[in-house]
């Protein structure tokens, strides 16, 4: 039996909650920003409901075996009064976000032992509080050790390919990668497909490059096939396609530009290698807002 306590549980993590808490073996509670009252999620595999505790104030919370943050990279500041409340001395917390910056990005609110980086290929979406879309089963990756087993046993009872590897920084940067190149849709507020050429081409490859060579100085093993792929399923992108990127900023809320171009361009700089497409796309995205407000 494992206590576990999602923070921020949105289309991924709602998603993810809905799958723990399955196990009736779980104890979950949720720490949400926006109350709700149960769980409703559309998988691929059939709907999934459950009545989790939900929290909504880090007074009403205590020390729990497992924390699963997953809320967006940009409102981890807001986490300090769930984490003091939920960590204690035998708590993990994983850490199921985009990016590359898992254990950085908590450096200053957890030790780094606890910290369990975990990257997901799980499509989902949210069409109200509590109530979401599970597009594909899909998978998520946690680095080998003891941490990473423990994780990865919360979830045997689901379908969910949820696993530990030896090289878990290659695969965080070959996911980001693909999401990178997503700031291309996000300036253009359309898919990248239906409106290629030649210009918008070289932008997507740029990005990918450039996010290549930071990540083999940074330890990953980056094929140079994984450029040519991203290009291609950029240029394949049909009209609609968005990015959670282009949906933040749609809907007029923070995007994660950071965690997905900005640290190409700071651990560019670390390395002394150029990043000048990323830097335009940061500066561009930086000012550039919600379409919607003038
Ligand atoms: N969605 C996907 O398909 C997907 C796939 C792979 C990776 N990811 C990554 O997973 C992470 C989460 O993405 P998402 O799409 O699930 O985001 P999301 O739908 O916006 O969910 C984030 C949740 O965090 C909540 N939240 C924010 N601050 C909070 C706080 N201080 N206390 C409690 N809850 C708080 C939000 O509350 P409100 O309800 O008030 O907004 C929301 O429910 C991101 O890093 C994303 O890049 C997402």
């Given amino acids: 039996m494992a206590s576990i306590a999602i923070i921020g549980p949105g289309a991924l993590g709602g998603t993810i909650a ?4 399955q196990n009736p073996g779980h104890d979950i509670t949720l720490c949400v920003r926006t109350p709700f009252q149960s769980l409703r999620v559309q998988t691929p595999v059939g709907e999934l409901t459950a009545i989790p505790a939900i ?18 990279t940009y409102d981890v500041p807001s986490l300090e009064p769930w984490l003091q409340a939920l960590v204690g ?5 994983a850490v199921l976000q985009n990016g590359v910056e898992h254990v950085a990005r908590f450096a200053s609110l957890l030790p780094e032992a606890v910290i369990v980086p975990a990257i997901a290929d799980i499509p989902a979406s949210r069409l109200a509080p509590g109530e979401m879309v599970q597009q594909r089963l899909g998978w998520i990756v946690v680095p080998e050790g003891q941490n990473g087993a423990d994780f990865v046993a919360l979830f045997t009872h689901c379908p969910v390919d949820v696993s530990a590897v030896r090289d878990w920084t290659t695969r965080a940067w070959r996911k980001l990668c693909l999401n990178c190149a997503g700031a291309v849709s996000t300036l253009l507020m359309r898919s990248t497909g239906p409106v290629w050429s030649a210009e918008i081409e070289a932008m997507v490859r740029g990005l990918v490059t450039e996010c290549v060579h930071v990540g083999r100085a940074e330890g990953a093993y980056l094929d140079d096939a994984i450029v040519e792929a991203v290009v291609e399923g950029a240029r394949k992108a049909p009209e609609g396609a968005g990015n959670s990127m282009y949906a933040d900023r749609l809907a007029g809320r923070s995007m994660e530009l950071d ?5 190409i361009v700071r651990l560019g ?3 002394a290698i150029p990043t000048p497409t990323n830097a335009l796309v940061v500066a561009l995205l930086s000012g550039a807002g919600s379409p919607w407000i003038s």
């Fill in 18 to 21: 809905a799958w723990l808490a």
């Fill in 89 to 93: 001395a035998q708590t993990r917390v």
């Fill in 269 to 271: 700089q670390k390395h």
């Fill in 259 to 263: 965690a997905r171009n900005g640290v």
């Fill in 55 to 72: 929290a909504t104030s880090a007074n009403a919370v205590q020390a729990v075996d497992w924390v699963i943050v997953a809320t967006k």
